[in-house]
């Protein structure tokens, strides 16, 4: 099942925790709404969640931070003592930290006579949770978007225990311990089964670590008035949430007179010795994506069997890229509406040459498609070229005349690979995704995606001069999709919608989307052993049910 089940129900547009803030704020002092009545809406807004999805709840464990959030979850304690529910209010932090609205949300808990307690940990075995266990919801309203850094220890100790209660839990705003911005977990974070977004949709929730906290996201925009929906804090998104909804235009209805040369011609180049496998792939996923001819520029032990499989793609043994075979690759380029290569290229002598001819004769009138081993090899041929800049004393040499920073490209790595192309290490991709890709784009320019649970796709921001490269995120597909083969699958959809006229981003949008929504589709019988090659049926289907 897609992790985002619910993702047609949220907004498109995406915010870090600081705009957010802006936006809090702009309804505070220009719409003139009092915090403390943005603060009741979002309480009233999470219990009606928790009544809806667990309407035989009687008691309810809210767990309350020192700042807002905790303010949230205080608010929700007196909601829910007013509707006769039972109510224990827990508090692992101190108290005295509490101030304006967060405050005054505790004192009327307390006129309430609501207990307030604390949290510690010799107090959390008082509470007999087999007593309390199906009817009883844990509110988390710990920490919310301002979480950075090292957890304190009462906090940390406070999120293993709401983990080791086994009850169902309602995150206000965001799971604690969750990053809002780059969706990295800290060392311990609270596992919701419903997380209640408020006022703007925050982007740490849909990649990265995310979605292993949130569980199902509801979003509430507080019924902020026009002026403020309006606003330019509102229009000043941080990314855009993207989703097979968002391509359903892009593939248009072929006309009646159509032909195969309307439809474009996809060259994939790959499949060194023993990685046939990867470039066949790519090279019926670009068939079954409606690209009108597919080619496939191979090693020679390969053809045969490849033609069993699928004589529909025009099989051609390349040996000698730099020698004798050198004119066919010219000459199968120069056909080309786009050139695939990456799926299963190697790192072999072959590999280099491949690259070399590809990289020479598309210059910047065909656009390639780059995966896989290409990006390893261009990520060695920018640390060579980086490295001969700073013994001869120039600053750099790796830019458009290398060849290595084009816009007529789109690059596709996973976290390992993109660590490599930006020099970084892991732990820096995996650390902030959204910087990654962004800094992708513009060093090597082009359309970028950044692959793994919530993709992020990067791309020049074409109407202002200057502006920072435009991020979207995809909420399509599921763990089933970790397995060889998709990454291959998908270049080759790539190339098939650049070849039937596409621009480089509807393309990659495009084929993200569709990719994702066909591995949901497949997930049907169980994400667990799903094959690359499970999509393609999908594929064909969704590619013609869009139009």
């Not at 855009?240 to 159509?258: E, Q």
């Not at 020479?360 to 490295?387: M, S």
């Not at 970028?448 to 979207?472: D, M």
Request: proline residues 4%; glycine residues 10%; charged residues 20%.
């Amino acid at each position: 099942m897609n992790r985002f089940v619910f993702s047609t129900r949220l907004p498109r547009a995406l915010y870090s925790a600081e705009q957010v803030r802006a936006i809090d704020r702009y309804a505070i002092e220009k719409a003139g709404i009092p915090g403390a009545e943005l603060m009741q809406r979002a309480a009233s807004v999470v219990l009606n969640v928790i009544l809806q999805r667990w309407p035989q709840a009687r008691r309810l464990l809210v767990v309350c931070g020192t700042g807002n959030n905790g303010g949230d979850g205080y608010l929700v304690a007196a909601l829910a003592g007013m509707q006769g529910l039972s109510v224990r209010v827990l508090e692992p932090g101190a108290v005295e930290r509490l101030s304006g609205d967060a405050l005054s949300a505790r004192q009327r808990v307390l006129a309430q006579g609501i207990s307030c307690e604390p949290l510690l940990a010799v107090d959390t075995e008082n509470i007999e949770l087999k007593e309390v266990h199906g009817d009883t919801v844990v509110v988390d309203a710990l920490l919310g978007i301002g979480m950075r850094g090292e957890l304190r220890p009462e906090y940390r100790d406070a999120i293993n225990w709401i983990n080791a209660t086994g009850l169902p839990v309602v995150a206000v705003d965001i799971p604690s311990g969750l990053n809002s911005d780059t969706g990295v977990a800290a060392e311990v974070v609270v596992r919701a089964a419903v997380t209640v977004c408020f006022i703007g949709l925050k982007q740490g929730l849909l990649t990265a670590d995310g979605p292993d906290y949130t569980g199902e996201i509801v979003f509430h925009d507080l019924a902020l008035p026009d002026i403020v929906l309006q606003s330019k804090p509102v229009r000043a998104v941080s990314a855009t949430r993207i989703d097979v909804h968002s391509v359903a235009k892009l593939l248009t209805r072929r006309r009646p007179s159509t032909h195969k040369g309307d439809c474009g011609h996809v060259l994939v180049v790959g499949g060194d010795v023993g990685y046939g496998g990867a470039a066949l792939m790519a090279a019926e996923a670009a068939a079954r994506s409606g690209a009108g001819t597919v080619s496939l520029l191979t090693r020679a032990a390969h053809v045969t069997a490849m033609l069993s499989r699928r004589p529909e793609i025009m099989m051609r043994a390349v040996e000698a890229p730099d020698g004798d075979d050198a004119e066919v690759v010219v000459r199968m380029i120069a056909r080309a509406s786009v050139v695939v290569i990456g799926p299963g290229l190697g790192r072999s002598a072959w590999s280099s040459a491949m690259l070399r001819l590809v990289l020479q004769e598309a210059g910047q009138r065909i656009p390639l498609v780059v995966d896989a081993d290409t990006l390893n090899l261009l990520a060695e041929k920018r640390a060579q070229l980086n490295e001969l800049a700073s013994g001869s004393g120039r600053s750099n040499v790796t830019g458009t005349a290398s060849g290595l920073h084009r816009q007529n490209w789109v690059l596709t790595p996973h976290p390992g690979e993109a660590a490599r192309l930006l020099g970084w290490s892991n732990e820096q991709v995996k650390a902030d995704r959204f910087a990654a890709v962004r800094r992708l784009q513009e060093l090597w320019g082009g359309a970028c995606l950044l692959k793994g649970a919530g993709s992020l796709l990067c791309f020049e921001a074409p109407e202002v001069e200057g502006a920072a490269p435009h991020i979207e995120l995809c909420t399509e597909g599921n763990p089933g999709m970790a397995t060889g083969g998709m990454g291959d699958v998908l270049s080759g959809m790539i190339g098939a919608f650049i070849a039937q006229g596409l621009s480089l981003a509807d393309s990659l949008r495009c084929a993200v989307c569709i990719h994702g929504e066909s591995a949901d589709l497949a997930a049907a019988a169980g994400e667990r052993g799903m094959l690359a090659t499970d999509l393609l049926q999908y594929i064909r289907q969704l590619v013609n049910n869009s139009q």
